[in-house]
């Protein structure tokens, strides 16, 4: 079918690793992936990072992606593998190929999907665990109660955020994100943990 002028429905990659709703479609997602060996036996999906000798392991410090899904039998310790990097974590994509008829493509810089702002607030939900959308909404709210002379709505998840807190900072690249004004007795942390 050529010329398909069908729109895209969806954005797979924005909500890989969360749970969807309705308004979710049929989608494709390039995953980034990096050749990679096992430090020890792992299963497949295993979350695993990188150790200093650059072997994978489920042991690293930080975890960085998961083990093939789609190996049956997992990995033996000095196997090659692909490590599948964790969705929305690397800064740049694109598709590159070589044919003998066509000249090499010249590098292209590419502009940044997200402003500064917009990147430090998922740089920092990322950190914390939380999904963007999530961590903008929650913020809102937390304005919306604050406005409405409240106490303010805080975000819990059991014992995710313990610990975590939204830094000052958090308020300035919300507002550039939002093209909001957030007023200084309005801005402060909205986590909370169950405990």
């Known amino acids: 079918m050529s010329g398909d002028k069908r729109s895209v429905a969806t954005d797979a990659l ?3 690793g969360s749970i969807i709703d309705e308004k979710q479609a049929r ?3 390039h995953l980034a992936v990096e050749p990679v060996i096992a430090a020890h036996n792992m299963d497949a999906g295993a979350h695993i990072g990188l150790l200093p ?3 994978a392991s489920e042991f690293a410090p930080k975890h960085l992606g998961i083990v093939d899904p789609f190996l049956t039998d997992g990995v033996v310790a000095g196997e090659r593998f692909w490590l599948v990097v964790y969705p929305r974590q690397i800064t740049s994509l694109r598709h590159v190929w070589a044919h ?8 292209v810089t590419l502009a940044p999907k997200y402003s500064a702002s917009e990147q430090w ?8 665990s939380l999904h963007y ?3 903008m909404e929650g913020a809102a709210d937390w304005v919306r109660s604050k406005q409405a002379g409240q106490w303010g709505e805080y975000l819990c998840f059991g ?5 975590e807190s939204v830094p000052d900072e958090f308020w300035t690249h919300y507002d550039a994100v939002t093209g909001n004004t957030t007023p200084e007795d309005h801005r402060g942390s909205f986590f909370t943990c169950s405990c």
């Open 159 to 163: 014992g995710l955020l313990e610990g």
């Open 121 to 128: 607030i998922r740089d920092f939900a990322n950190r914390v």
């Open 133 to 135: 959308d999530v961590l």
């Open 53 to 55: 000798d650059g072997r």
């Open 14 to 16: 924005e909500t890989l």
């Open 27 to 29: 989608d494709a997602i």
């Open 100 to 107: 003998p008829d066509f000249p090499e493509a010249p590098d």
